[in-house]
């Protein structure tokens, strides 16, 4: 069965550093999204590709988070300088994202957990 | 924050009880998600509905969701060991950004 991928399962940063998440969604899979999902609660939608567009964007912090699909297929996360409240699981997922019902369904990878001291 | 609701945020059943979550949204969804997470682990796909007022089963679990398309239910009949997780709701708001729920923990006394 396809899987998403990411790496790395564990992170663990000092706060003012920078960190990195790598995700490769399932192929054919044109929609990836970033969420990140504290302790005890939801997941929370960070980032929206589609292809290589960010078609929603609007709860990332812009001034330390940055997402990039740059040709349409895996993606990065990064977080610089990482603060202690970045402290969470970082989860991404993908959707064939346009045409017959279903393609909206999305498939999580394990999740990237992030710890910061 | 988050538009989506779920109650109860914790749920303790003995085992062979029956077990409800309730999802409730501030605004009209095109469509509901549900999804399970396991202790340890990311949420996983288990059903959508589309149309106002469908239910749907799948073994012991029913899903609804309302004619308002504002709100939706889970519930599982004799709930055993292996439905221990959080059931997150998700929907989509007008924009066609997936919200999720804030969950229902589940867990089973033996």
């Known amino acids: 069965e396809a899987e998403v991928a990411q790496s790395p399962r564990y992170k663990i940063t000092e706060k003012s550093q920078a960190v990195a998440f790598w995700c490769d969604p399932i192929s054919g899979h044109a929609t990836l999204y970033w969420y990140r999902q504290i302790l005890g609660q939801g997941p929370e939608l960070l980032v929206q590709f589609q292809d290589e567009s960010v078609v929603d964007d609007s709860q990332l912090p812009k001034d330390r988070f940055s997402a990039e699909r740059l040709k349409g297929v895996d993606s990065t996360l990064k977080i610089q300088p990482a603060e202690l409240g970045d402290s969470a699981m970082y989860l991404c997922?993908?959707?064939?994202?346009?045409?017959?019902?279903?393609?909206?369904?999305?498939?999580f990878g394990a999740g990237s957990r992030l710890t910061v001291l | 924050g988050q538009q989506v609701m779920q109650i109860p945020q914790y749920q303790h059943v003995q085992e062979g009880e029956d077990f409800t979550t309730y999802c409730n949204s501030s605004?009209?969804?095109?469509?509901i998600q549900w999804y399970k997470q396991r202790p340890g682990g990311h949420p996983v796909f288990l059903i959508q509905?589309?149309?106002?007022?469908e239910v749907k089963k799948q073994k012991r679990l029913t899903f609804q969701f309302g004619e308002a398309k504002k709100n939706s239910s889970l519930h599982i009949t004799a709930t055993q060991t292996t439905d221990v997780g959080t059931y997150f709701c998700a929907g989509h708001l007008g924009n066609e950004k997936l919200t999720f729920g804030t969950g229902t923990r589940l867990t089973i006394i033996p």
């Open positions: 509905l589309v149309k106002s007022g």
């Open positions: 605004t009209t969804l095109s469509n």
């Open positions: 997922a993908s959707s064939l994202g346009q045409g017959l019902e279903g393609a909206n369904v999305l498939t």
